[in-house]
């Protein structure tokens, strides 16, 4: 059975009496048999439940045609975006507004990827949006060899975040060269050279970090930085080891696990494989390990609870500092703390972030210590546009409105209740072999089987990722095997939003069995 709706409002207005949609998009006819006039219309599964409210009319797009448009991206823009569009179709993007996007045929969705976990406060968000524009009324740029109010007012205010003795704090553009610039600054500091990081991280794009990066895709064949050693991922559904208690998450592995209360096997054991590194493949002396809190890229990947304590006491006793990358994690976005290391009792070295900093607009940070600061101080370091006035507006404005908004709070309430009903899901479908994460980040591992825990092939996930997003969702996708669905929401979305994604995602893994 199906309904006829509006790929405008999600809902047909005829159907619901309510619409986001402009003016003119909302002529149909209605009848037995009838179909839709416009190509802006489909036919959705009657037994999902109404798309979510939103009170925006979006503005009817009018520019150019998606046939100009592709054209562009073929002969003018970076070649890789012709591999990257994500689905069979690209989705054309017109407008956001929080939770919200819109394509140039009207059509409304719930976006629950965030531009890669990058909209943190939701797009177009009134208040960031007034600051932004407030801003570019009175300064867009000056060089920082001036002094100026809106960089030293928002540089304090990231450091009152952070725990002592992180308090200085070097603005950038973007996530990669935060990662870049944290890596300069462990090997000036130590004196040391190698650098360890996960299996299956991503840390950034640039001819360095991609030397950081431990996953293939994002890597090219030339030479990268050297000194970079990529150790076993603590991964306690996919790798070697893991239970039942290993993860700070409301939702645990299915994998049976027999240690006692307090104790973790399977720590021991990846520790023990780090210990064989340091044994092995690394100089006695380090210059730093690089951590995601929580894998973003790499699928949403948790780790033992102890893991990071446990590392970061092996790198500092050989000469070592220990670098957060928060790029994905931070401001709120676990829920049970606003930093993601913050939730295995440590405190690095040095903290990088980027993304959610900004909401989307490019900026980034590196946060560290005096002491290392200090050590930096050996030559010039000068950025053009790391923390220009518009840049430090907007990221100030992201703070307040965190805070305003209860935006860390929400992520804690919405994210376990998604987490949980997922794992209801997970324990339905044979297909679905792990649920994890904190607040909104999010994975959902998908499998050929439970008991293999073999990767669902790429088609497969392509058939389910396109159905899902037919019916109105956008999410992500990520894992070294691209076998992990990705929920990295706008931290402003809703339970009601939740049970619409619940009904699309079992509704797309029902049909997708259905059709094996």
């Given at each position: ?15 619901t ?12 006819h ?5 179909v839709?006039?416009q190509?802006a ?9 109404e ?11 009018k520019?150019m ?9 073929r ?13 069979k179709?690209?989705?054309f993007?017109?407008q ?6 819109w394509?140039?045929?009207?059509r409304?969705?719930l976006?629950?990827f965030a531009g890669?976990?990058?909209v ?5 968000h009134?208040?960031?949006?007034a ?10 740029h000056t ?9 030293h ?15 200085v ?6 996530g990669?060269?935060?990662n870049?610039?944290a ?7 130590t ?10 991280s991503?840390h950034?794009?640039?001819q ?10 994002y ?21 070697v080891?893991?239970?039942?208690h ?6 645990q ?16 054991k990846?520790?023990?494989q ?5 044994s092995?493949s690394?100089p006695?002396r ?19 609870k ?13 000469g070592?500092i ?6 994905q994690?931070?401001f709120?976005?676990?829920g ?5 290391f ?12 980027a ?7 490019p900026?980034?940070a ?5 002491e ?5 101080a050996?030559?010039y370091?000068?950025?053009?546009f ?8 907007v990221?100030?404005s ?27 899901l ?11 994460g ?5 994975g ?5 089987d439970k008991?293999?825990?073999?990767p669902?092939?790429?088609?497969a ?8 997003k037919?019916m ?27 049970d619409?994604?619940l ?7 029902h ?6």
């Open positions: 059975m199906y309904k006829v709706v509006s790929s405008l409002s999600g809902r047909c207005a005829g159907l009496g309510q619409s986001c949609c402009s003016p003119g998009f909302a002529k149909f209605l009848g037995s048999g009838a839709c006039q190509s219309f489909k036919y959705q599964p009657a037994d999902l439940p798309m979510p409210r939103c009170n925006l009319k979006p503005e009817e797009y520019t045609s998606k046939e100009q448009i592709m054209k562009i991206r002969q003018n823009c970076n070649p890789v975006t012709m591999k990257i569009t994500y689905y179709k690209p989705l993007i017109h956001g507004y929080m939770q919200w996007l394509d140039v045929d009207g409304r969705y976006d629950l890669v976990a990058t943190s406060v939701g797009h177009c009134p208040k960031l949006t600051a932004a524009v407030k801003q570019l009324k009175r300064l867009w060089t920082n060899i001036y002094v100026h109010p809106t960089l007012e928002y540089c304090e205010k990231l450091a009152s975040h952070l725990p002592d003795p992180l308090k704090i070097y603005l950038t553009n973007s990669s060269e935060a870049d610039l890596m300069l600054m462990a090997r000036l500091h004196g040391n050279f190698d650098i360890i990081s996960f299996r299956g991503y950034g794009g640039t360095q970090t991609m030397g950081l990066t431990s996953n293939s895709p890597k090219y064949p030339i030479s990268t930085s050297s000194g970079c050693t990529h150790i076993m991922c603590p991964d306690v559904f996919r790798g080891w893991g239970g039942s290993c993860r700070d998450s409301p939702v592995t299915i994998r049976e696990c027999s240690c006692a209360q307090g104790h973790c096997m399977a720590n021991e990846y520790i023990g780090l210990k064989e590194a340091f092995t690394l006695s380090i210059a730093a390990f690089f951590g995601e809190p929580i894998q973003g890229m790499g699928g949403a990947v948790q780790y033992p102890n893991f990071f304590k446990d590392t970061y006491k092996l790198v500092r006793e050989r070592g220990c670098i957060a990358d928060e790029v994690t931070g709120g976005r676990t049970t703390h606003f930093w993601g913050q939730g295995y009792d440590v405190i690095p070295d040095v903290v990088t972030m993304k959610g900093i900004g909401n989307g607009f900026i980034g590196v946060v560290t210590t005096p290392i600061a200090a050590s930096f050996k030559a370091h000068f950025n053009t790391g923390g220009s006035p518009i840049a430090c507006a990221a100030s992201v703070l307040d409105i965190i805070k305003e908004d209860g935006l860390q709070q929400n992520s804690l309430n919405v994210g376990t209740y998604l987490l949980k009903e997922l794992a209801k997970r324990d339905k479908y044979e297909i679905i072999g792990d649920v994890r904190k607040g909104l980040q999010i959902v591992e998908m499998v050929k008991a293999s825990r073999e669902l092939s790429p088609e996930m392509s058939e389910i990722f396109e159905d899902i037919d109105g969702v956008l999410i992500g996708k990520g894992g070294v095997y691209g076998q992990t669905f990705r929920i990295q929401p706008p931290m402003c979305i809703t339970n009601e939003d939740v619409f994604f009904a699309v995602f079992n509704k797309a893994i049909n997708y069995m259905e059709r094996k």
